[in-house]
């Protein structure tokens, strides 16, 4: 390294493990009827966040948000995302891009945090659907140019999260997007739930293979009779 | 469930940690003079295993057998997969295709662990690439129709495997593959090397996404100045 090293210029990298308070945020969930939606919902709220959850139906919506307790609303997709300052996406891969065309408007400017995994089932069992931009963030990515687009949450247990008995999920939370600011909010959120880091894994352009990592994830809870997570090791 | 479910007929299922014992196998490293394969090749043999590096260059085996020391022994790659039970193929993507093509009758019968990480990388970082066979797993599959092909140690760091000092390697080694009794070898192969654990984690068609996923340990590792790994939880 010499004195030109343009490096040598740079402050201090900051602590990864810093990240903004993200306490007062409301937070929407889109298909959370949905297991993984709820089971999302559910451990977000009983963490102290305030929840909406999302469905074509405000009634299905209401109900759910009732059965959840903790505070958690429900209402219509459009009002959800209107009332909430990060959404996540946990519609089925079938209804993803339709949903998101739907609300692109609503959604301009919020941070959204797009956990779906598209996967394909047969009698082998689960395997990757390849979208054509990529993988289903990036689909979010180019269906909404003007929100802040992330993708997290792909590899948690739904019978975990809506296990009321289950006081910890022991379990990192893949955080990938664009915008470092952004990442962070999104880990902010995953370390509000017992148990759970937030980590920073890269771009979008990398979450293809994060999304699918579910596939393996459903062999090894088959062969193992367990509800499989991630941790990342050395950090 | 009714007295008519096939299930009920089956016997109790197969412990998943009860793993052969492969101690008295020959592996052999294609690729062994690369970092990744040096490493495999030192935390193996450093276990006990019986190891023999394979090159293109039987003098650059030679040299970096007599490196690793623990009775490493080096070999042109045609002879190191003639005298191995096991072959592990750590060759660069690069070179994957051409290796396999020309080693296809010597490893008829053999147990082949692809671990290679088809990624591209640019100005802002690693990515994945696609091979035409859907991994580089299924193109060794597709080259080697006679051989047992399997895939693991793909998100191991060479750093800490080629680190005397490190004692243990605290890390799940994701093991994929069409014959169970094919897999297990690899998994006990894998849990050979102390704090390594071997999973069984899916079929061929889901390696994809575990070689790429390496893409994203290299956004861990930079952001955390880490040596990033993966543990599965629950299991």
């Not at 297991?35 to 963490?47: E, K």
């Not at 089932?121 to 054509?132: C, I, Q, S, T, V």
């Amino acid at each position: 390294m010499t004195s030109a090293d343009p490096a040598a210029a740079k402050p201090a990298p900051k602590d990864p493990w810093e990240l903004p308070d993200v306490s007062g945020l409301t937070v929407g969930v889109l298909g959370g009827t949905g297991d993984q939606g709820r089971g999302l919902a559910y451990r977000l709220a009983r963490a102290g966040q305030r929840v909406i959850i999302g469905s074509r139906s405000t009634e299905r919506a209401e109900t759910a948000a009732a059965e959840l307790g903790h505070g958690v609303e429900g209402a219509e997709n459009e009002e959800c995302a209107r009332r909430s300052d990060i959404v996540i996406v946990a519609v089925p891969w079938d209804g993803h891009a339709k949903t998101l065309e739907a609300l692109r408007d609503v959604l301009v400017g919020k941070l959204v945090v797009d956990c779906v995994n598209p996967l394909g089932f047969d009698k082998k069992g689960a395997y990757a659907l390849k979208p054509e931009e990529g993988s289903a963030a990036e689909q979010a990515a180019a269906l909404l140019p003007e929100s802040r687009v992330t993708a997290a949450f792909h590899h948690l247990s739904a019978v975990l999260l809506q296990d009321p008995e289950v006081e910890e999920i022991e379990t990192d939370v893949m955080c990938l997007g664009e915008v470092r600011a952004d990442v962070e909010q999104v880990q902010a959120l995953a370390q509000r739930i017992p148990g759970m880091r937030g980590v920073f894994a890269g771009r979008l352009r990398n979450a293809h293979q994060v999304e699918s990592l579910v596939a393996n994830l459903i062999s090894v809870n088959r062969r193992y009779k367990a509800h499989a997570g991630v941790r990342l090791t050395d950090i």
